[in-house]
DNA sequence: TCAACGATTCAAGGATTATTGAAATATGGA
DNA sequence: TCCATATTTCAATAATCCTTGAATCGTTGA
């Protein structure tokens, strides 16, 4: 993730609604969720969360997919963890007093990478 | 960090003139910069200079200090923490496929946290 | 083919944010 | 006190972003 996108990804997650359907779709996992659906959980009109979904997916931060009459957005998991490393390395320089809460929260819901320490 | 506080602090790195200060002013440590002194690094004048450093410290990732005819300004670690944070816990979930490979940076760049993980 | 559904696009308006230069404020030294 | 320095504030303008509702597009089933 270069500078361009992290400004990018940083302008669609200061938005409200925007947020929250990110939140969504990275709980809905690979699934994702239809436009509809996510206008109706996220409780805005259609063409508004066209209009916020188009701006997530000029972010990089989502996908989408028709299927039949729906398009389904997905979360794009890797952009995310893409600008969290950006925000710890090319933002904060890798500054220990910075990311040392973030590695212990890093350490706690990925247990996968206890691996990748050794 | 509330997502109030999140949604400020996205919208704060969402342009190139202040994250490029947030940069400057992690680099900095505590010693921190003047407000001249970021104008001139950042090649911005002085009033637009302090109308990006109102707003960064509006979103709590700056502090500022007067001292004698200079204001100083630093970067809030603790803030830059917590945004990473949240980014992980409540924006992505704790989701391990995101987090894992900012968990590989972390432990790079803040060995001090590898005792934490015991 | 036609109607219905799911979604996007468009134009208009309002709201917020960014830039600029001039004026104002605060501090320190002659 | 007066001047210079460091910075902010203000007003005006430009640019960008958000919201709304109507119109449009693509897909499916009757």
Redesign the interface.
């Known amino acids: 993730m270069d500078?361009r996108q992290?400004?990018?990804a940083?302008?669609a997650?200061?938005?409200?609604t925007r947020?929250h359907i990110?939140?969504m779709l990275?709980?809905s996992g690979p699934d994702g969720m239809a436009a509809g659906s996510i206008a109706e959980k996220a409780e805005v009109s259609p063409s508004n969360v066209s209009f916020h979904l188009k701006e997530l997916e000029r972010s990089g931060l989502i996908a989408q997919q028709r299927e039949s009459r729906s398009i389904i957005y997905t979360a794009n998991?890797e952009a995310?963890?893409?600008?969290?490393?950006f925000?710890?390395?090319?933002?904060?320089?890798?500054?220990?007093?910075?990311?040392?809460?973030?590695?212990?929260?890093?350490?706690?819901?990925?247990?996968?990478?206890?691996e990748?320490?050794q």
């Open positions: 500078q992290a400004l990018a940083f302008g997650l200061s938005q409200e947020l990110i939140r990275v709980v998991y995310l963890g893409g600008l969290i490393r925000l710890m390395e090319d933002c904060c320089g890798g500054n220990a007093e910075i990311c040392a809460p973030a590695a212990a929260v890093a350490a706690c819901c990925a247990p996968a990478t206890k990748e320490l």
